[in-house]
């Protein structure tokens, strides 16, 4: 598969064409659960999240407006990822959901010359959900 048209939708807001990347990764620690008759890891507990760069977009209800607020108001917030934004919804392209926190916020990355840029990393608060419907 090759990533032309993915969709991005942060708290309702569609920011897909002001998206380069996106790395959706589910993860869960490894808790050691070692006792006298051997060596074993467990399940803990889930760390997924969503890692998006961004170009940077100042307009209103773009990526600023849409990061900013939620990082300054320490809100929880909803993003969905798929990778394909024109066909629908599917087992074979699900929509990627979490719900997330902003910690950290670096609204400008560049040199001279460069396109203005930012990368945000969303932990989920809960589970990563891979909707199919």
Not at 7 to 24: A, K, Q, T
Not at 106 to 126: F, H, I, M, N, R
Request: charged share 20%; hydrophobic share 40%.
């Amino acid at each position: 598969m090759i990533l032309k048209n993915c969709f991005i939708e942060v708290d309702g807001v569609d920011l897909s064409c002001d998206g380069r990347s996106v790395e959706v990764t589910g993860s869960k620690a490894a808790v050691e659960s070692n006792t006298f008759c051997g060596a074993a890891d467990d399940h803990g507990i889930e760390k997924s999240q969503f890692v998006i760069n961004w170009k940077q977009n100042f307009s209103a209800g773009r990526v600023n407006a849409t990061l900013y607020a939620h990082w300054r108001d320490e809100t929880e917030f909803v993003v969905k990822v798929r990778a394909n934004k024109n066909a629908p919804v599917s087992a074979e392209n699900p929509n990627w959901t979490g719900t997330v926190k902003l910690f950290d916020y670096t609204p400008l990355t560049g040199a001279v010359g460069d396109l203005a840029e930012s990368s945000t990393t969303l932990p989920v608060q809960g589970e990563l959900v891979p909707v199919e419907v």
